[in-house]
């Protein structure tokens, strides 16, 4: 079992910038990789970016590529996003998810990952 917990959400005005960051616990931690997804009133969750544990390789969205930075600490298992350029459509509750076993390509299905934190919103307003 694996608890998942995010924080730094937060206002910020279009244009700034914010980090939310992922702790992940258990008592022997052991995963593939770990995502964001985001999910505003109204809509589906989405993909944001992801990046696995041991090599650091990174995917992200279309709409947050040159904008978003998905980074990982592995000997704390802690994930931060750094978002740039922020928009009012940024605005979303963001979920950290953990991916417990590899499947061969990027995982963007919420329904793939396997642990998940309860959230932390980020608004983007003026």
Do not use: H
Request: charged residues 20%; neutral net charge.
């Amino acid at each position: 079992q694996v608890q998942v917990l995010e924080s730094g959400g937060g206002s910020v005005q279009p244009g700034g910038s914010l980090t939310v960051s992922c702790a992940a616990f258990a008592r022997t931690f052991t995963s593939y990789s770990a995502g964001w997804f985001r999910q505003a009133p109204g809509k589906e969750r989405e993909f944001v970016a992801r990046i696995t544990w041991n090599s650091g390789l990174t995917a992200y969205a279309d709409s947050v590529k040159g904008r978003f930075t998905i980074s990982r600490d592995s000997a704390k298992n802690t994930v931060d996003l750094q978002m740039n350029s922020l928009k009012p459509e940024d605005s979303a509750t963001y979920y950290c998810a953990i991916e417990e076993y590899g499947k061969g390509y990027v995982a963007t299905n919420p329904a793939e990952y396997d642990y998940w934190g309860q959230g932390t919103q980020v608004i983007v307003s003026s």
